[in-house]
């Protein structure tokens, strides 16, 4: 609008910078708009605010997508198991204790809190990583929570939810304050987030329903130590949902890395390259151990393993056949027995 008139500019580069990376554009318009620019003329401002609205249209659009961590599609795939878990095997969800182990330090309460707006009672979260931004992580519930709100399918799918039960569930919570990037808009009593070993979490003994982690047990050193907190913490009848990831996690870096390049690495050490190097087929063993039976699995990611890949193996894995060893991701429910 200009002195009452509606002004569509052309938005058109005059100079031709194809041959110039994305990440070199986004780093100097970023730039500029931190300093702030100055403009000649009211419709300068007025062309610059209509790209930016465009810009702010197709980046919305881009980052939409499930591996963005901080989008409603990352949250939305992420409760697909647990709504799977709720519908087929009735996993405790309304006045349940959930926790999420290695929750991370981006965003580190943002997947318990889609639980708590379900109506779970209490939500903790456990890392030993620092959060790295509580404005902006307040900020992103809550974006959860307009979400939630305004329509629950987004998240949620089909899961039986109303607008208005996901608002009752947020009783306690100032959206206000979260929206402008303050921590305390959250209810205390319902959320907490502990900066502690999970082998070592000092919740109560049988105080928690279901406990969740996502790419987590393939990075701990102590897997035994680990599992034997769980089975102290979950109640008898109490569930985990965990997402176990076990290439080698350079690969997602490298690609021109073998999926499992690190079982070719003569090593004693528990980690290697940031992974443990426990294949699959040993969990339910681990499970089993500490009091836990497998209810369902999802595997997923099976890697070819050709003979020249296996000449470079080192024991065990190399005697191991590729049954064992071709399938790297998992999505398990375990049941405390």
Same mark, same amino acid.
């Given at each position: 609008?200009?002195?009452?008139?509606?002004?569509?500019?052309?938005?058109?580069?005059?100079?031709?910078?194809?041959?110039?990376?994305?990440?070199?554009?986004?780093?100097? $318009?970023?730039?500029?708009?931190? +300093?702030?620019?100055?403009?000649?003329?009211? +419709?300068e401002m007025? +062309?610059?605010?209509?790209m930016?609205?465009?810009?702010?249209?197709?980046?919305?659009?881009?980052m939409?997508?499930?591996?963005?961590?901080?989008?409603?599609?990352?949250?939305?795939? /992420?409760?697909?198991?647990?709504?799977?878990?709720?519908?087929?095997?009735?996993?405790?969800?309304?006045?349940?204790?959930?926790?999420?182990?290695?929750?991370?330090? *981006?965003?580190?309460?943002?997947?318990?809190?889609?639980?708590?707006?379900?109506?779970?009672?209490?939500?903790?979260?456990?890392?030993?990583?620092?959060? @790295?931004?509580?404005?902006?992580?307040?900020?992103?519930?809550?974006? $959860?929570?307009?979400?939630?709100?305004?329509? =629950?399918?987004?998240?949620?799918?089909?899961?039986?939810? @109303?607008?208005?039960?996901?608002?009752?569930?947020?009783a306690?919570?100032?959206?206000?304050?979260? /929206?402008?990037?303050?921590?305390?808009?959250?209810?205390?009593?319902?959320?907490?987030?502990?900066?502690? =070993? !999970?082998?070592?979490?000092?919740?109560? @003994?049988?105080?928690?329903?279901? *406990?969740?982690?996502?790419?987590?047990?393939?990075?701990?050193?102590?897997?035994?130590?680990?599992?034997?907190?769980?089975?102290?913490?979950?109640?008898?009848?109490?569930?985990?949902?965990?997402?176990?990831?076990?290439?080698d996690?350079?690969?997602?870096?490298?690609?021109?890395l073998?999926?499992?390049?690190?079982?070719?690495?003569?090593?004693?050490?528990? !980690?290697?390259?940031?992974?443990?190097?426990?294949?699959?087929?040993?969990?339910?063993?681990?499970?089993?151990?500490?009091?836990?039976?497998?209810?369902?699995?999802?595997?997923?990611?099976?890697?070819?393993?050709? =003979?020249?890949?296996?000449?470079r193996?080192?024991?065990?894995? +190399?005697?191991?056949?590729?049954? $064992?060893?071709?399938?790297?991701?998992?999505?398990?429910l375990?049941?405390?027995?």
């Amino acid at each position: 609008m200009s002195h009452g008139r509606l002004i569509h500019h052309q938005l058109k580069s005059s100079t031709d910078l194809s041959h110039v990376p994305l990440g070199d554009l986004g780093a100097e $318009l970023l730039g500029r708009l931190t +300093k702030g620019a100055a403009h000649d003329s009211r +419709k300068e401002m007025e +062309k610059h605010l209509q790209m930016l609205s465009a810009l702010h249209q197709v980046t919305g659009d881009v980052m939409e997508v499930p591996e963005n961590r901080v989008s409603i599609a990352h949250f939305g795939t /992420q409760f697909r198991f647990v709504h799977h878990c709720w519908k087929n095997h009735k996993i405790p969800i309304e006045g349940a204790v959930h926790v999420d182990i290695g929750c991370g330090s *981006v965003n580190p309460l943002a997947r318990l809190f889609t639980h708590l707006m379900l109506g779970v009672d209490r939500v903790v979260g456990i890392d030993l990583d620092v959060p @790295t931004d509580l404005d902006e992580s307040a900020r992103n519930l809550a974006r $959860l929570a307009g979400a939630a709100i305004l329509d =629950p399918s987004r998240i949620y799918g089909d899961y039986p939810i @109303t607008p208005q039960k996901v608002l009752g569930n947020l009783a306690g919570f100032d959206l206000a304050k979260l /929206q402008r990037g303050d921590p305390s808009g959250a209810d205390q009593r319902r959320m907490g987030l502990l900066q502690k =070993p !999970i082998e070592s979490t000092g919740l109560a @003994t049988a105080s928690v329903d279901v *406990v969740i982690s996502n790419s987590v047990f393939e990075h701990l050193p102590q897997i035994e130590a680990t599992l034997a907190e769980l089975a102290r913490i979950t109640k008898p009848g109490g569930y985990g949902l965990h997402g176990i990831d076990t290439v080698d996690h350079r690969w997602y870096g490298e690609p021109h890395l073998h999926q499992l390049e690190f079982l070719t690495i003569q090593s004693k050490e528990p !980690i290697v390259f940031g992974c443990n190097r426990v294949r699959l087929f040993e969990f339910p063993e681990l499970f089993r151990r500490h009091g836990f039976e497998i209810v369902e699995r999802w595997t997923h990611n099976k890697v070819a393993i050709s =003979p020249e890949f296996r000449a470079r193996m080192v024991e065990p894995w +190399k005697s191991m056949p590729d049954e $064992l060893l071709d399938t790297t991701w998992a999505q398990v429910l375990i049941r405390r027995r």
